[in-house]
């Protein structure tokens, strides 16, 4: 993830260290620190939902959030989309830009909070949030202006820890459930969007030394209208 503001965790969450998540979530510093460490703190292969749909993304620009070191936003752009990257952590986005440019993807990094973030209006083919958590009044406001921003034909792509996750410690995710994502909530935030996958699943993550094991997630794919 990576934004100015400490407001977001993204595919950099994953602390657990006694935070009060709902008051004081980590700010940049904190994934500055993390991101700093030579190997990745997520993988460099793509989220395995992502991989999945990926091909129902429309031709045309993809907005990729709370991006960490880039690996969704890599792939996507290795498919040929024009990928715009965005995270508030300023070494997140460098090691990003260096991985793309190493394997010959064109990528546009942003810094940038996602509190304070244009997202345009009708401006993407495809936005895809990958872990992306957050307190809920944002995480409102967030997916409402992601919504407003696909083209129509547009697709979503989003995984994040549902509140079952919480009875996992230790692999993955926020450790307080007002900032886990339960598909019936998603289905309330994107109404907007015609559902053809929303839902909980139990599965097995490996996604670097922060999501490993089993898991407990809400997948969403929605097109807009």
Not at 112 to 123: E, P, S, T, V
Request: proline letters at 7%; one cysteine or more; charged letters at 20%.
């Amino acid at each position: 993830m990576g934004f100015a503001l400490p407001s977001c965790l993204g595919d950099n969450e994953g602390m657990s260290d006694g935070q009060d998540f709902g008051m004081r979530p980590p700010g940049a510093d904190k994934w500055n620190e993390r991101f700093s460490d030579a190997h990745t703190a997520y993988g460099t292969d793509p989220n395995d939902f992502l991989a999945e749909v990926a091909a129902r993304i429309p031709e045309g620009p993809v907005l990729v959030i709370a991006a960490g070191e880039g690996r969704n936003a890599i792939y996507v752009a290795r498919r040929g989309h024009a990928v715009t990257a965005v995270d508030q952590s300023e070494v997140a986005m460098a090691n990003a830009a260096s991985r793309a440019a190493a394997c010959g993807a064109s990528l546009t990094t942003v810094v940038a909070d996602l509190a304070d973030y244009d997202f345009g209006q009708q401006r993407w083919a495809g936005i895809v949030s990958i872990w992306t958590h957050m307190p809920p009044p944002l995480r409102r406001r967030v997916f409402t202006a992601c919504v407003a921003a696909l083209r129509p034909g547009g697709a979503l792509v989003l995984e994040a820890y549902a509140p079952g996750q919480l009875e996992r410690p230790g692999r993955g995710g926020p450790p307080v459930r007002p900032w886990l994502l339960a598909a019936e909530e998603a289905r309330e935030l994107f109404a907007g969007l015609e559902l053809e996958v929303c839902r909980e699943v139990e599965r097995d993550i490996a996604e670097g030394r922060y999501h490993v094991g089993p898991s407990t997630t809400t997948q969403v794919l929605g097109f807009r209208a």
